[in-house]
C-alpha cells in the first residue's frame, strides 16, 4: 500500500485493490444471499396466501410496515438481541426484501389463468402438481421481478449495515464520511459508493440472463 499524500481515484483504488475486491465479494454475497432467503420466505408466504383476499391484503401490509421502519432503527433494534456483524445485517435485508417478493408472488400466481388450471386437472394433475409445474412457472417473471427489485433495493441498504459492523463496501463509505477532510476520505468514500453502483449493474445483467434462460418465448411474449 502507497503511503504519501492524496491519490486521485484511480491511484486510490489500484492501491487498494485487494480490500476493495474483498470488501465487494462481502457486499455481493451478503444481498443475493439475503434475497435467497427472502425469495424462499416470500414465494411460500405467497403461495400460502393468494387464493384470500384478506390473507394477500393482511401479508402485504405487514411487509410493507417493515419499510416504514428506518435502516438504522431496525439495526439498532436488531444489535441488543443478536449482537454485531453479519446476523444483524442478513437478518434485516431479508426482512426488507420481503415486500416486493411476495407481493409479486401473490400478484402472479393470482394472475393465471383459471382455464388454465382447469385444463390441467382436467389431465389428471394433483394439486401440487398444478402449482409447481403450472401456476408457479406462469408467476415466475412476476416473482423474478420481485426479486430483481429487492436485490437492488439492498445493494443500498447493506450499505448502511456499516453501522452495525456489518460487511461489505459500507465501511469504506462510512469510513470515507467520517474522515472527511483528511488525505483520501473524499477517494474511500467514492470507492466504496461507486463500487456499489457497478455491482448493482452487473446484478442487473444477471437478472437479464436468468430471465432469458428460464423464461419461455411464450411467457415473455
Known sequence: MRAGGPLNLFEYVADRWERLSLQALLHVSEVVQSTIIAAVI?????????????????????????????????????????????????????????????????????????????????????????????????????????????????????????????PGLGSEVFSGLTRAGSANATNQALAGTLGVVILALLLEGVYFLIARLTVSRGIRG
Open 42 to 166: 416470500g414465494i411460500l408466504i405467497g403461495v400460502a396466501v393468494y387464493r384470500s383476499p384478506i390473507g394477500s391484503a393482511v401479508a402485504t401490509a405487514l411487509a410493507s410496515t417493515i419499510l416504514t421502519i428506518p435502516s438504522f432503527a431496525l439495526l439498532g433494534l436488531l444489535i441488543p438481541v443478536v449482537g454485531l456483524g453479519a446476523t444483524p445485517t442478513v437478518i434485516a435485508l431479508v426482512l426488507y426484501a420481503l415486500l416486493p417478493i411476495t407481493r409479486n408472488t401473490i400478484v402472479g400466481l393470482g394472475s393465471v389463468d383459471p382455464a388454465v388450471t382447469e385444463a390441467a386437472k382436467g389431465i389428471g394433475m394433483s394439486r401440487f402438481g398444478v402449482l409447481t409445474r403450472v401456476e408457479l412457472r406462469l408467476a415466475w417473471p412476476a416473482i423474478l421481478a420481485g426479486m430483481r427489485v429487492a436485490t437492488q433495493m439492498l445493494m443500498g441498504i447493506a450499505v448502511i449495515a456499516a453501522y452495525a459492523k456489518g
